[in-house]
């Protein structure tokens, strides 16, 4: 394992407990994050990232099959796996983070998507981001995909970045160079004063960024957009065309 910087948070929350419609069939019989990609379920792409950056502790949340997430995750031994337990009420993206936050400490943690992939550059993007961080003026800092070029992504993009590195999310009608790439470092702070319950994190980042604490960092190499099944194909010829 790479020897992580100082700076790097040592936990993290992956999210793991959305329905997965999007990519059915496949989650008819199984949770998204066991999907396999290149022989690997998603969900340890992501797991297997975290700890190459240091990270000692990963919250995951299930509710959707979570049995067959719980079965899995107990085969691993790095990180650490703590999770919580959305199987009554799914929390949504916010809401799920909010819950865990006891187990997330007091300092800015990793939180990855648990179907987010993409290829490095020359440094590791999440090391990147904890590089970048800085709590005096950050709530949360995004790691960022070129809408354009990125592999299985057709939409509008989701922000304009300043030179400053704030963000802005898109207007309704607009067309914005940068996509979220599903993985990014949040202050404790940015869930001050959040309602209990489902909650989305985009509501969160909104309030975020009209207070000028929503960063953007625009990632190095190739980011995967894996929503359905056509995707993984086209994310599978991507991971090997960069390995030949």
């Not at 960092?217 to 056509?230: A, F, I, S, Y």
Request: proline share 6%.
């Amino acid at each position: 394992m790479a020897v992580p910087t100082k700076s790097v948070p040592r936990r993290a929350m992956v999210l793991a407990a959305g329905l997965g419609t999007r990519m059915r069939p496949l989650t008819d019989s199984m949770p998204k994050p066991l999907v396999r990609l290149s022989g690997k379920p998603l969900i340890d792409h992501v797991l297997d990232r975290l700890d190459e950056a240091g990270v000692e502790r990963a919250v995951v949340n299930v509710h959707h099959m979570a049995e067959q997430m719980l079965e899995h995750l107990a085969q691993r031994n790095r990180p650490q796996i703590v999770i919580s337990d959305e199987r009554r009420l799914l929390l949504g993206t916010g809401g799920g983070v909010k819950k865990a936050l006891l187990e997330l400490g007091n300092s800015h943690f990793f939180h990855v998507n648990s179907d987010t992939i993409w290829i490095d550059g020359v440094r590791p993007n999440l090391t990147r981001l904890a590089d970048a961080f800085d709590p005096v003026i950050m709530d949360a800092l995004l790691l960022l995909a070129p809408a354009a070029g990125s592999v299985g992504y057709f939409g509008r993009g989701d922000f304009v970045m300043a030179p400053d590195g704030t963000l802005r999310k898109r207007a309704e009608q607009e067309i914005v160079p940068f996509v979220y790439a599903g993985a990014a470092i949040l202050a404790p702070a940015l869930f001050k004063g959040a309602p209990e319950g489902e909650l989305s994190l985009t509501t969160l980042f909104d309030t975020a960024s009209q207070a000028r604490r929503l960063h953007g960092l625009r990632m190095e190499g190739l980011w995967m957009h894996v929503g359905t099944p056509e995707a993984i194909a086209l994310a599978e010829a991507a991971i090997k065309a960069s390995t030949n």
